[in-house]
């Protein structure tokens, strides 16, 4: 039995095509190549960012989630690992399979996440898996909350004027 798109079945067993980069024997597939060009030919990695942003409070440690929404994650924590993956924006048709944090110096705010993908190639027809790795530049931005505690802590003490009338003479 034969299909137009599937494997042919000969004797219940999937035949064999060379493939047509290499001419190496394999099963047949849509693409009609061998596991190791179709990794070669395929770059999943196309067209995603490499490089992105997140945002901390420099002074309470918690991290911007979504407009005005902020929680505390340790560092290489699951849930910081689960904001950076929502982080990346991958295209619908990838699929994460495993993520984890690459060691980054610690002065350096820089945050590195590996993620094993998959992604369906050849009108669905073929699962590819690659590795990305996206490096996320941690910038520092107070919380509405610290800065509504900054605020509070000036009026108490005699608002901004105070820190103007200072003078010293030599």
């Known amino acids: 039995m034969s299909g137009v798109g599937g494997p042919s079945q ?3 067993t999937a035949s064999l095509v060379a493939c047509c980069l290499c001419g190496q024997s394999t099963v047949y597939n849509a693409s009609g190549m061998c596991g ?3 990794v070669g030919q395929v770059d ?16 309470c440690g918690r991290w911007h989630i979504d407009l005005d929404r902020w929680n505390h994650h340790e560092m290489e924590s699951n849930s910081l690992l689960s904001l950076c993956l929502k982080k990346m924006r991958l295209p619908h048709e990838c699929k994460i399979k495993e993520a984890c944090f690459l060691w980054t110096e610690p002065h350096s705010k820089r945050i590195k996440v590996q993620a094993d993908i998959d992604k369906e190639v050849f009108d669905s027809k073929i699962t590819v898996g690659s590795r990305l790795v996206v490096e996320f530049k941690v910038v520092s931005r107070q919380c ?3 800065i509504r505690l900054v605020r509070q802590k000036e009026v108490r003490d005699g608002g901004e004027d105070s820190f103007k009338s200072i003078w010293v003479k030599q």
Not at 47 to 53: A, I
């Open 144 to 146: 509405m909350e610290c």
């Open 10 to 12: 000969v004797g219940g």
């Open 44 to 59: 999943l990695t196309e067209g995603m960012d490499k490089t992105s942003t997140l945002i901390q409070c420099g002074k």
């Open 36 to 38: 190791g060009c179709l």
